[in-house]
């Protein structure tokens, strides 16, 4: 997703986007990709905060917020 080619970074996030959510249509357990991507939801808002404005930047928030619903620090709920 931090790649220097913009089609390439699109296209990846368009994937685990697309994983992502339709993993969590079951919430009986966290759902494989969460726990994959889950030790870098730190990294990834800060990825995002250095973001210029763009289509890009709005598909990394729409993934961000989808993750956000496990991956929150509980204070933040």
Known sequence: ??????????????ELSTEVKTATTSMTSIPK?????GPHYEDIIEFYD???????RLLVADFLSVM?????????K
């Open 33 to 37: 990709p969460l726990k994959f991507i």
């Open 50 to 56: 250095k973001l210029d404005e763009g289509k890009f």
């Open 1 to 14: 997703m931090t790649g220097r080619d913009k089609n390439v970074r699109e296209n990846a996030l368009k």
């Open 68 to 76: 956000s619903m496990t991956m929150a620090k509980e204070s933040s």
